[in-house]
């Protein structure tokens, strides 16, 4: 009787290994990945035989002119990428072509500095809060100089619905118009925009000057 126990001890203790082991491995979660809600049905590399449309142009499209600048490019390099919209290529050229870039360039600049105040750490921010309109007013209105217009790009999109590209939205031509500057000398410019109005802040005080001088440091690490 021992020896038959022992065997269908040992039986059993092979049947729950057995069907532990060819249980099942868990469902791993599927990776979602989202593609763009927008296809590109040509460019103005097409008739050239070019496929695939410049880096930059594809940074902007998914990410702005933040993105640009990350790539190995455009790492020195303040970036703006002026884009104009429609229905009709050639109309849609001929608009980029009458915008005035440094208009263009100051607007875009002026509300990238607006976003640095926004962002700051500098406690009570309405302490400052003229000195830091006066510097957004003079970015907007400033003729900066050391951009140049390093390439420009078109492309026809397909924009589709919630991501489904059985659903069509609407097609669209957007002209690209790239300027860039280096650093160093857009920093050069600002700081003297942010010396200009710091000379005309009324009531100075220590904790103010501490305050404006960590407003200051934003524009410089994380503008």
Known sequence: MKKLFLVAATVSALVIVAS????PPPKQPELVVKSPPYDILQTKGTLLGMNDSPSWVIADLQGGEKAVEKLPDYQKDYVVVVGV???DLEA????AGLLDAQTQVANYLSRRVKETFSGAQVGDKDKLETYMERVVKSVSEVQ???FQKAA?????????KDQNKRKIDHDEY???QLYTIDKDVLQTQFDKILADAGKTEAQMTPDKQKAMDLVNQAMKSGF
């Open 20 to 23: 532990c082991a060819s249980a």
């Open 85 to 87: 919209t429609g229905k």
């Open 92 to 95: 849609t050229q001929m608009a």
């Open 144 to 146: 900066f100089s050391g």
């Open 152 to 160: 420009d790009w078109w492309v026809q999109l397909r924009w589709y």
């Open 174 to 176: 957007r002209v690209f």
